[in-house]
Structures are given as structure tokens and as C-alpha cells.
């Protein structure tokens, strides 16, 4: 099975890099797939690419969900 995950873009380097933050995590990806890329913007980020861009919201609300599932699994331990 394949995640791909929502992640903010918090810095854009050079050769189509960036660098984007999950819940405290960073990590470099390449955006070279994806036109357009903005720091600020969510993307979707697969194996070290984004994917494509993802509206605010939308992103927000998926992070929200992960981090019920993660709670709910943590209680459950």
C-alpha cells in the first residue's frame, strides 16, 4: 500500500527543490512534477515528490484526520 501525504511547502531551494513540513517533520522533496509551486502551498508528497498542489482547507482537514487516527490508535495501546 502507497501513502501520499499533505505537506506545507516552508522553503523552495534550487533545481526544483523544496523543503516541506509534516507536523514538525522536514524533509526535501522535488517539485519538479508540479507547475507552480508557491512556499505556502500544500502538496500532496509521494516516496520524495509532491504531486500535485492541494487546496488549505482541503489539506488542513486531512492533517486533522491523521492526527485522530493517531490518537485514537495511541489510546487504544
Known amino acids: ?7 506545507k ?9 523544496a523543503i516541506v513540513d509534516l ?3 522536514r524533509k526535501e522533496i522535488s517539485v519538479a ?3 507552480g509551486v508557491a512556499l505556502g502551498d500544500y502538496v500532496i508528497v509521494h516516496v520524495g515528490y509532491a504531486l500535485s498542489r492541494l487546496d488549505p ?21
Open 1 to 7: 500500500m502507497c501513502l501520499a501525504m499533505p505537506a
Open 9 to 17: 511547502v516552508v522553503e523552495l531551494k534550487a533545481d526544483d527543490q
Open 23 to 25: 507536523g514538525g517533520v
Open 33 to 35: 512534477l508540479v507547475e
Open 57 to 77: 482547507v482541503e489539506a488542513e482537514k486531512t492533517l486533522a484526520l491523521f492526527a485522530e487516527m493517531a490518537a485514537a490508535g495511541a489510546a487504544a495501546s
